[in-house]
């Protein structure tokens, strides 16, 4: 079989690579011209650990290529569409405008007995409508179909993620596409046993937003606690270690500190409540306009500690910032904690001092007012107030004992409670967890 993949960003590149590394022939379609010629000499144009490689290979055997022409899908057995579906500019609603366009892209040039199979998150209702579009106006004599598969990698794991899913959603409306995804996936399938789960076109594209708004709530419900804790001089780590060892709720993204971001979680909890206010179901859906609050409440919650700190002023205090992507192991700035922490410190006065390892360089594209250090070391020197906002290896590393006397004040804020309190105090530093005493 031979697959296409639209969009080549985080999702569709990383998708595309791995197809190619299962066997298939594979072309990768973007009208980004930029992100097309980098990715066709087989250097990605964003961070993923352990992307570049399978790229590289992928690209130099000749089995995987990049492309802007739609045509180059005419030999293609399935063609995933994987382009992103922004929040629009004037509402909480997801932007439609380029899974539309990819679609009409593609439709004219489907072969008989092609596979579309949707990838992005999309409102639901989208997969009903497009597969109307594609049966419409394919050519004459041709014959196509769509499905939709939604995809739940995860930036900085995102290679992983691709080869070994955790579980597979075909939404298909006939045997047939459920056979031709099979085959695709045969590989995790068979020697991974991941699970599939078939179901229809609505309820593949709800599962996505459902497991999104999911995580984004359980980690709010923990920032919550974290405010309880606070109030009530209580440890929100050691609460959610003790309820995170019931199985029925786990430990995992029960971290509390500065909240989600990313280009998913926080849109898609919001593009979710749009559409089921149009479906009448808002009322449905309520709680996760709490779930955004509380999670903006936490920048803002880190942005007043810091005033607090440093006595009442922020204005010409020395701040420096670890962090600027929205998790570490990424470059991804989008809607990133950090740097909305970073930006209102910085409105408010504040002598911003960033070090990220990887996400510089497109947070000077969004903030290009703040002052981006060299290293951690150079961030650091001189600072009145250290504040973590994403944890990378790298911060959890640094020797307190070795900083303290770099800075001017020794004080940090742990906003991702990632730092060990007792080697910072015990090197002299004023250590503030989020929800910890
Ligand atoms: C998310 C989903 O996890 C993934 O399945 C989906 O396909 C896309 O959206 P991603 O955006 O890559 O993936 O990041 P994720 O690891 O989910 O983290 C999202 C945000 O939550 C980050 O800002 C992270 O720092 C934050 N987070 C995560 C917490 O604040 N606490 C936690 O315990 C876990």
Not at 171 to 190: D, H, M, W
Not at 198 to 225: G, H, Q, R, W
Request: hydrophobic content about 45%.
């Amino acid at each position: 079989m031979r697959v296409a993949v639209i969009g080549t960003g985080y999702l569709g590149a990383v998708h595309a690579a791995g197809m190619a590394q299962l066997g298939f022939e594979t072309v990768g379609v973007d009208v980004d011209e930029a992100k097309v010629e980098r990715l066709q000499s087989g250097r990605s144009p964003f961070y993923e650990p352990g992307f570049d490689p399978i790229l590289a290979e992928q690209v130099e055997s000749g089995r995987l290529r990049f492309t802007t022409d739609f045509s180059q899908i005419a030999d293609a057995d399935v063609v995933f569409i994987g382009v992103g579906t922004p929040q629009k500019a004037d509402s909480h609603a997801a932007d439609m405008t380029y899974v539309d366009a990819a679609v009409a892209s593609i439709t004219p040039h489907l072969k008989d007995g092609a596979l579309v199979a949707g990838k992005s998150t999309v409102p639901v209702g989208t997969a009903q409508r497009l597969a109307e579009y594609v049966a419409e106006n394919t050519p004459e004599g041709v014959t196509a179909e769509l499905a939709w598969n939604p995809e739940f990698l995860r930036e900085g794991f995102a290679v992983q993620d691709t080869l070994h899913p955790d579980r597979l959603v075909f939404g298909v409306t006939s045997e047939r596409a459920e056979k031709v995804l099979r085959e695709i996936y045969a590989n995790t399938i068979e020697e991974d046993g991941t699970p599939v789960v078939v179901c229809d076109l609505p309820t593949a594209e709800l599962v996505k937003v459902a497991a999104n708004s999911f995580l984004a709530t359980k980690i709010s419900f923990i920032n919550a606690m974290a405010e309880i804790c606070e109030a009530a001089g209580a440890d929100v780590t050691k609460l959610a270690d003790a309820i995170g060892h019931d199985a029925r709720i786990g430990r995992k993204f029960l971290n509390a500190g500065v909240g989600f971001g990313g280009g998913c979680l926080p849109k898609d909890i919001r593009a979710f409540s749009a559409r089921a206010g149009e479906l009448g179901a808002g009322h449905a859906l309520e709680f996760l306009a709490e779930v955004d609050k509380i999670n903006t409440r936490r920048r803002e919650h880190v942005v007043d500690l810091a005033r607090v700190e440093l006595g009442g002023d922020l204005r010409g205090r020395r701040v420096a910032v670890l962090g600027a992507s929205f998790k570490p192991n990424s470059d991804d700035v989008r809607d990133s904690p950090a740097l909305a922490v970073a930006g209102a410190l910085h409105l408010s006065g504040a002598e911003v001092h960033v070090y990220d390892p990887k996400g510089m360089e497109n947070a000077a594209k969004v903030y290009p007012t703040l002052t981006y250090a060299p290293s951690a070391e150079e961030a650091l020197a001189g600072a009145e107030l250290v504040i973590h906002l994403t944890e990378w290896q790298q911060f959890r590393d640094l020797d307190p004992a070795a900083l303290v006397g770099t800075v001017k004040q020794p004080i940090v804020i742990d906003g991702r409670n990632a730092l060990d309190p007792e080697l910072w105090r015990g090197a002299g530093w004023t250590y503030i967890g989020l929800g910890r005493p």
